[in-house]
């Protein structure tokens, strides 16, 4: 699900599941390397985890705020709070173990 920074507070930090954030840009190689290993993440995991993916082009602010410098960059929120990260492309089993 893509979100914008008006979504955000009732997509991410109210959800009542951890949430996986996909920060990322369509121009963007490793980016849409990654999206297929999301894509199975969150089939396999559907109803443990959330998945949603914010553009950095269509909403910098909200990488401005959770201090996204590269992408992908992948940030785990539990409880209304980010607990994990990761930057850059990484394998579904380095996934597993982010949120997990």
Same mark, same amino acid.
């Given at each position: 699900?893509?979100? +914008? @920074?008006? /979504? ?17 840009? /369509? ?13 199975? #993440? ?7 985890? +959330?998945?949603? +993916?914010?553009?950095? /082009?269509?909403?910098?602010?909200? @990488?401005?705020? #959770?201090?996204?410098?590269?992408i992908p960059t992948l940030i785990v929120f539990r409880g209304g709070s980010a ?8 394998? @579904? /089993?380095?996934?597993? +173990?982010?949120?997990?």
């Amino acid at each position: 699900m893509e979100i +914008k @920074a008006s /979504d955000f507070e009732a997509e991410v930090i109210n959800s009542k599941i951890p949430v996986l954030v996909d920060f990322y840009a /369509d121009w963007c190689g490793p980016c849409r390397m990654l999206a297929p290993v999301l894509g199975e #993440f969150e089939k396999k995991h559907t109803g443990e985890v +959330k998945l949603c +993916k914010v553009n950095i /082009d269509r909403e910098p602010q909200l @990488a401005a705020r #959770f201090n996204v410098m590269s992408i992908p960059t992948l940030i785990v929120f539990r409880g209304g709070s980010a607990v994990n990260q990761s930057v850059g492309y990484i394998s @579904a /089993d380095e996934v597993e +173990k982010l949120v997990f």
